[in-house]
């Protein structure tokens, strides 16, 4: 039979986002256990005592509103990922801009309606800054850019970038909340194959989520693709570059917080999320005696 344990972990896990799972997802999230879905199918059981089910969704023992919660985040999600659809369609005209995902808790459609649309962006090499820039000024343009320190509906946030030279992620970040993060992206465009090389790049998200890999290959004929971009001038974008660099720099030191901010990674949100978090979850499993 499947662990227990390891169903329990991922069920605590997925309920500090009031985020109850389904089979399939309780199988492509379980925590440090592989196995396979055909196997997962037969062996799965529904001990009493230590969670339920209603709907088709599981959840902690005394948790039932966070279904209510989960239908109601479904229907206002599904709104903003058509909104992001159309919006990283134009934004891919962007030759530079090589793979764009939606993250956070919209990529797993929930959700809620104050909430904003996080985009992670890979661009190719040594153009993350004009790249950030062009699509800053595209999103003006077309009205959805988020501004600094508001929480507004539907509009976008550039969550993250990262230049294809540094695609695998840093030691201090290898954890259960950035895997989290990286299996749950959902893939909106791509270039170049460049999602399956960022997976390829984070093979260490299966110490963590040791099935989320073999989910993902699932879904990603779905993504939107394209080839490579027409041929630029490549010393006229590193001039550009730095250019753009000095600019953002220049605006952004009077509102630098926690950010990570170099020229291989432009991360908007906080750590300290992602601290509270993990921190929750282990006291979380003290509790329930894991």
């Given at each position: 039979?499947v662990?227990?344990?390891a ?29 396979g879905?055909?196997?997962f ?38 709104e903003?990922?058509?909104?992001a659809?159309?919006?990283?369609k134009k934004l891919?005209?962007?030759p ?20 904003d ?5 890979i661009?190719?090499?040594n ?19 988020r501004?600094?320190?508001?929480k ?40 170049n ?20 890999v ?17 041929f630029?001038?490549h ?14 720099l ?10 990570t ?11 300290e999320?992602k ?16």
């Amino acid at each position: 039979m499947v662990s227990n344990s390891a169903i329990l972990k991922t069920l605590i896990y997925s309920d500090i986002f009031a985020y109850p799972l389904t089979k399939e997802e309780i199988w492509k999230f379980l925590i440090g256990a592989k196995i396979g879905r055909a196997s997962f199918e037969k062996m799965f059981k529904f001990p009493p005592g230590r969670w339920e089910r209603k709907y088709g969704y599981y959840f902690l023992l005394g948790r039932e509103e966070i279904v209510r919660k989960r239908i109601q985040r479904k229907e206002i999600s599904q709104e903003k990922i058509n909104i992001a659809k159309k919006i990283v369609k134009k934004l891919s005209v962007i030759p530079t801009v090589l793979f764009i995902g939606i993250s956070g808790g919209l990529a797993l459609e929930n959700s809620d309606e104050k909430d904003d649309i996080d985009l992670f962006v890979i661009t190719s090499k040594n153009t993350l800054w004009i790249t950030r820039l062009l699509l800053v000024v595209f999103l003006i343009i077309m009205g959805q850019y988020r501004g600094r320190g508001k929480k507004e509906s539907q509009k976008i946030c550039l969550n993250m970038l990262i230049d294809e030279k540094a695609l695998t992620f840093e030691k201090s970040r290898q954890d259960l909340y950035t895997a989290h993060e990286i299996a749950q992206l959902k893939p909106i465009f791509d270039r170049n194959n460049t999602y399956s090389k960022f997976l390829s790049a984070n093979k260490w998200v299966v110490k963590f989520l040791p099935n989320s890999v073999e989910g993902i290959k699932n879904h990603e004929s779905r993504i939107m693709q394209k080839e490579k971009p027409l041929f630029v001038f490549h010393y006229s974008l590193f001039i550009l570059n730095k250019f753009a660099k000095f600019l953002q720099l220049l605006y952004m030191r009077e509102h630098r917080a926690n950010e990570t901010i170099n020229d291989k990674m432009l991360a908007f949100h906080p750590f300290e999320y992602k601290d509270y978090v993990l921190k929750e979850y282990n006291k979380r499993l003290n509790k329930y005696e894991i």
